[in-house]
């Protein structure tokens, strides 16, 4: 990372396909309507910062610090947030599209995750306890070896969750969603 240091700036309506993104710290920016795709934010550190109805499809996260961003309505889809830097990891989410994104490993505990597509989403030895997944819709989202203590799963649909390969202690679902807790036995519910 270069020396680059940006303070309480917004960034409106920059498409960083065309006009190259400056690497470096930023800090309580806002990026409204953005366009990331596939650029490098490698080793970026973004603190308070928040982005809106942005995309960032495809970016590269290696050793970039994500420390209390919020993202609104941005397509995420295919990031690897296994990548970023795991010290002070902390991400919330709303109405975003996470489809294929990637989040193996990473501690995230109290993550909100708010009407959001986590279709196919990797969540594999990820430690989530305490998170919430309001009106999320977790079509073939991959959980396994991971932590959904205290998770709260009430109003998300159509994930599939094996209690045997989970911790799902205190975890909260809703009755619609039994079913999703035992895919596995492949059992009619009526």
Not at 51 to 62: D, Q
Request: charged residues 25%; hydrophobic residues 35%.
């Amino acid at each position: 990372m270069n020396g680059n240091y940006t303070l309480e700036k917004e960034f409106e309506k920059i498409d960083f396909t065309q006009t190259p993104f400056v690497q470096g710290v930023y800090e309580e920016c806002i990026f409204r309507n953005c366009v990331f795709t596939a650029v490098e934010l490698s080793r970026c550190n973004f603190t308070d910062c928040f982005f809106e109805n942005c995309n960032l499809s495809l970016g590269k996260l290696i050793q970039t610090t994500l420390n209390n961003v919020t993202f609104k309505d941005c397509k995420l889809m295919g990031l690897h947030f296994e990548d970023c830097n795991e010290h002070l990891f902390r991400v919330r989410f709303e109405q975003c599209n996470l489809e294929l994104s990637s989040f193996f490993q990473r501690k995230m505990k109290e993550t909100h995750f708010i009407h959001c597509s986590c279709k196919e989403m990797d969540l594999t030895n990820a430690n989530l306890s305490g998170s919430v997944f309001t009106n999320c819709d977790l079509d073939r989202a991959i959980f396994e070896n991971s932590n959904l203590g205290k998770v709260d799963f009430s109003t998300a649909i159509n994930y599939s969750i094996d209690p045997e390969k989970n911790m799902i202690k205190k975890a909260k679902f809703g009755v619609a969603g039994i079913e999703g807790l035992l895919d596995k036995y492949d059992i009619e519910i009526v």
